[in-house]
């Protein structure tokens, strides 16, 4: 971007201070508290961003994203335009940067899921107006901010407490170990040596001194943990050839409700959906009374309106 201040993007969970993060869920909080009993379609009581226009760009596939960004501008008084990125000119080889350029000129703000983190820097880079990271294949920001706001409802204030990560090492999982760093939580992430979390998010989580570790078994990852979290074993993106592999190698991972047992009394199971049934988490566990999974999806929709206020500046 040439000229003006830098646009107030939300990219990453690192990027930001503990307090930024904090005031976010607040927001998302009282945000959600006021508009109980509305209809989903109704405008909330104060609309934050009356005329504001937000572009989501989608180069993967998704449900929650997608509605939640939609159905939050709407409630706040602006709307979304939906953008296919494959029929976009950038499929046909226009650059990301010319591409955050022109987009500037017509929206307020600018969410992307895309298949490359590269891309989404880029985007940012050549921004002027702020960019949502809606998941790449590195991290999953939004996300984890839901995954957090949706603990806290559950089990209270989540500094101090243990999380656990069962599966692959995923993107999801990178902003887990973010978040652990910054909101102070321990977060055991049980996964197979071959689908270990990324080497620069623990190096991020152990030069600040996080309580985040890797291990083997996922019996001595859940002891005591607070909640328990899974994902797909497959992401978008994943190599198809490699799927029965991953399987192989993911199945001792598979959260039962046997391995919940081993969890704290009250634990809650979270999976950022969409789920494999049988595979990462049985139904049993899905749809069991530990399972927050719901709440989970509908805290996407409160903690963006949030975030989309704090990057605008409201
Ligand atoms: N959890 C999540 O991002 O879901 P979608 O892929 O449906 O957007
Ligand atoms: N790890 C999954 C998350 C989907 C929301 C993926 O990237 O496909």
Known sequence: MS????????????????????????DAKAMKAARAGLPKGAPDPEPALP??????????????????????????GGHALLLNGAEMQLGRGETVAD??????????AVMIR?????????????SSVPVVNGLTDDSHPCQIMADILTFEEKRGPVAGRKLTWTGDGNNVATSFIEAATLFGFELVLACPETLSPS????????????????ERDAE???????AVIADTWFSMGDDPS???????????Y?????????????????????????????????????????????NRLHVQKAILKWCLGV
Do not use: W
């Not at 180069?59 to 939609?70: I, L």
């Open 51 to 76: 005329g504001h226009a937000l572009a989501m760009i989608f180069e993967k596939p998704s449900t929650r994203t997608r509605v939640s960004f939609d159905i939050g501008m709407r409630q706040m």
């Open 114 to 126: 895309t298949t490359s983190h590269a891309n989404l820097m880029e985007l940012a880079e050549h």
């Open 242 to 252: 490699a799927r029965e592999s991953r399987h192989n190698q993911l199945a001792p």
């Open 99 to 108: 591409t955050a350029r022109v987009l500037s000129r017509y929206v307020d």
């Open 199 to 214: 080497p620069r998010a623990l190096a991020f989580a152990a030069e600040r001194g996080a309580k985040v570790r890797v």
């Open 220 to 226: 001595r990852a859940v002891e005591g943990a607070d």
């Open 3 to 26: 000229g003006g201040a830098r646009p107030r993007h939300f990219l990453d969970i690192r990027d930001h201070a503990p307090e930024t993060l904090r005031a976010i869920l607040d």
């Open 254 to 298: 598979q959260v039962t409700a046997r391995l919940m047992e081993g969890a704290a009394p009250g634990a809650i199971f979270l999976h950022c959906l969409p789920a494999h049934r049988g595979e990462e988490a049985t139904a049993e566990v899905m749809d069991g009374p530990q399972s927050a999974i719901f709440d989970e999806a509908e």
